[in-house]
């Protein structure tokens, strides 16, 4: 089965074998992407990864991409959010479908986290969990609130569609101090390198590691934030798991402990594990995969 992986700096294609529900490792292809590029140069870039794929493989397709984005129309609501801006009111269904002619005749979009979230559901850290929170952290902050196996989006177990970027800490959106940005800013404020050009956070997080005292509280102050935003949500929704990928939870020595920390201090429940995804490249791939077969063909 053919599937997708949009994300803010790449795009991964892949075909799933529908009896090991794997990826098949000689078609995974990952290739860079601009998300700052107009729309038609991100379809072309997103469809020639697609287009690598051998064919002949069916013509539904699981396709995971970061909201805000009207994943039943295919339609992109990107305003204000920094990545995908061009794409904002494009049908990027009906503009994949174009690109690939006669290779789609279907296209299954879901949320990137929630893929991620339905990968490790069916063969990871989150698999034996009636109810898990996913979460993904990179650029920002994803989550998936996974119960029997299905993304919640509605409800008062969730927080609204279910993301916990929407919350606030601190008395500032979440994503102010839970992301990249976020991370960078500030080590800013207490770095003597003010007014250089900062470090990536993957810099930083090697620094954190070497003992840099600045680098080490912004990691603590990020994640602990995250701890504390994502407590009462937990215990709300009952769940059993927390389960933790993305780009920066390579570096979980870092942030496991400032999480945790952050998740007893606002009282959440002591008893359920915080463990990093198993399988954080394969997720969002299986995840998409998992999703077409679960979605009616009036879709």
């Known amino acids: ?105 279907r296209l299954c979009f879901l949320n990137d986290a929630d893929a991620f979230a339905l990968g490790e559901y069916g063969a990871g850290a989150a698999a034996g969990h009636d109810r898990v929170v996913c979460l993904t952290l990179g650029t920002g902050v994803g989550s998936s609130f996974l119960a029997a196996g299905r993304p919640v989006h509605t409800g008062p177990l969730v927080p609204p569609h279910g993301h916990v970027h929407r919350l606030t800490v601190h008395g500032r959106p979440l994503e102010d101090t839970v992301s990249r940005r976020g991370i960078r800013r500030h080590y800013a404020r207490l770095s003597p390198e003010v007014g250089q050009l900062l470090p990536d956070v993957r810099e930083l997080a090697a620094r954190a590691t070497a003992g840099d005292a600045a680098a080490v509280s912004a990691f603590r102050y990020a994640f602990e934030a995250l701890g504390l935003a994502l407590a009462p949500w937990i215990d709300r929704f009952d769940a059993t798991a927390v389960v933790v990928g993305g780009s920066m939870a390579r570096s979980w020595d870092l942030i496991h402990p400032a999480l945790t920390a952050g998740l007893a201090s606002a009282g959440g429940p002591d008893d359920v594990p915080v463990r990093p995804a198993r399988n954080p490249e394969e997720a969002p791939l299986t995840g998409a995969a998992e999703w077409v077969r679960g979605v009616p063909e009036t879709r």
């Open 1 to 105: 089965m053919p599937v997708l992986d949009i994300g803010g700096t790449h795009v991964t294609a892949a075909l799933v074998d529908p009896g090991t529900r794997r990826p098949v490792p000689s078609t995974v292809l990952r290739a860079p992407l601009d998300s700052r590029a107009a729309a038609g140069d991100l379809l072309d870039a997103v469809a020639g990864a697609a287009l690598v794929l051998p064919a002949g493989h069916g013509g539904c397709w699981g396709v995971a991409i970061p909201g805000p984005f009207d994943y039943a129309t295919g339609v992109g609501r990107f305003t204000g959010v920094g990545k995908f801006e061009s794409l904002s009111g494009v049908d990027v269904g009906a503009g994949l479908r174009a690109r690939l002619a006669d290779r789609a005749e």
